[in-house]
Structures are given as C-alpha cells and as structure tokens.
C-alpha cells in the first residue's frame, strides 16, 4: 500500500533530525481558524503548492515558491498549504520558509508527521499550522495535538472515516479535516465529507473538505457541509493557477 511505502519513508526522514532546532526568530502568528472565520462571504480556500502526487505523478515542475504563493494570494486564498513531502510529491522543507517570506498570511505544512521532532521542525520553518493524519498516528494522535500546540502551532487533523472523526474529537484540535480521498485506495468521493462532517459541526470545530475539488459546482455542491476547502491539484496543473483558484473562492 503506497500510504505504508510514504509513512516508512518519513520515518526514516524524521530519524535523521536532530533533537532540538535553533529558536526561530519572533514573529506574529497567522491564525488558520481565524482565517477561515474570516473569509468575507468568500469560500475560504486553503491553496495548496505542490509539485506531483503519487496519483497524479508530476503536477508541475520547476515552481519558483515564492512567486506561486504571491500569485495565489493574489488570488483570494484565506491560507497556503504547502506540501513538504519530497519522494512522491516533491516537496521540501524549506519551501515553506520560501513561502512564508513572501506572503502575509497562514502557512500550513502538509506532510506525513510520524515523530515529534518534524513538529519542532515545522516551526523552525516557519511554519503557522501542521497537518497530523489521524490514519498515520493512530493513538499517539492526542499527543501530536498536543505538542503541536506547545509550539504554537495549529493543528489540522485529518480524518476518513468515523473511528478517525472520534479519536480527533477527543483531542483539542479546533480544525478537522475530512479527506474525501482514500489513503488506502488513493480513490476519492466527495461524499465523504457529507456523510461526516455533521458529527465535527455539532461538536463546534471547524471543518476543512480535502480533495477532489475539481470545479466551481464541486465547491458549491459541497458548501453546506464544511468551512473551507484545501485544494491543491486543480490549482497547480491549471496554466493560471490565480484564474482556477479564484473560480472556487468566487464559487
């Protein structure tokens, strides 16, 4: 299973991190949740930069990350993921420090987090919020929460299924994450986040639909069951990603 394949690799990637990280100069947070909260009648769009992905293969090659998060700031996005992963989606570490130099807003990292030194990392980078995968961590997911926040850093859980949405539900995080796409099968539906999302509203987090977000109807047949869309794939294969991103923060 390809998930199996990217969690052994992140391990071996965390292993050679060191214990600690220098302190990383003061800064202001960038809230995601308040962001998201925020979006002034427009669809709060999470646009994610990244370079290929194990179902699509490459995406787009060469991305200057400086001049992409201008462009998609530009284009109306409450917030930046940025995908770190670099075997089978290209990304780096240190693209969100080049991300985060050039826009004023919220930088998520998007990567597989298995050990509590890549959550250290992260805010080394730069970085405003993490993306913990409830699959990945299993019962150490409260944990991972938790220092999370120890290092002022948001966490956005990520969920699949009702098992998943009831250990997130446990922890503090105030963002969830329903992933429309199977990591097992890598197969998407939509309907994932409408059939999950209304045990997350009546607990009062807030919900991010991730995946498979292709066209403006796809964001407004799915608006009355979340409150923001992470994004990534139909912005960065499109030839203007600012024209495609602005379609679902318009939408």
Do not use: W
């Not at 302190?23 to 646009?47: C, D, F, Q, T």
């Not at 294969?237 to 991103?245: A, G, I, N, T, V």
Request: proline residues 6%; charged residues 25%; contains cysteine.
């Amino acid at each position: 299973m390809i998930l199996d394949e990217i969690v052994r690799r992140s391990e071996k990637r965390a292993a050679m991190l060191p214990a600690t990280f220098p302190e990383p100069p003061p800064r202001i947070h960038a809230s995601l949740a308040a962001a998201i909260r925020e979006r002034n009648g427009k669809n709060a769009v999470i646009a994610e930069i990244k370079c290929a992905s194990p179902s699509r293969g490459m995406i787009r090659r060469n991305v200057d990350m400086a001049q992409m998060a201008g462009v998609l700031a530009e284009g109306g996005c409450v917030a930046l993921s940025v995908l770190t992963e670099p075997y089978f989606f290209g990304g780096a570490g240190q693209d969100i420090t080049r991300v985060k130099s050039a826009v004023n807003m919220p930088v998520l990292r998007k990567d597989f987090i298995v050990d509590e030194r890549q959550i250290a990392e992260s805010r080394a980078l730069g970085a405003d919020a993490v993306l913990l995968i409830a699959a990945v961590l299993g019962p150490r997911l409260p944990l991972f929460v938790d220092r999370a926040a120890d290092f002022g850093l948001e966490p956005l859980v990520e969920v699949h299924n009702p098992a998943e949405i009831t250990s997130a539900l446990q922890t503090d995080a105030a963002l969830i994450g329903i992933n429309n796409r199977n990591l097992a099968t890598m197969t998407i539906d939509r309907s994932t986040t409408r059939l999950l999302s209304e045990s997350v509203r009546r607990e009062g987090r807030l919900i991010v639909s991730e995946s498979g977000m292709r066209s403006a109807d796809d964001v407004r047949e799915m608006k009355p069951y979340c409150d923001a869309f992470l994004i990534g794939s139909s912005i960065m294969s499109h030839e203007h990603p600012r024209k495609k991103l602005e379609e679902f923060v318009c939408a």
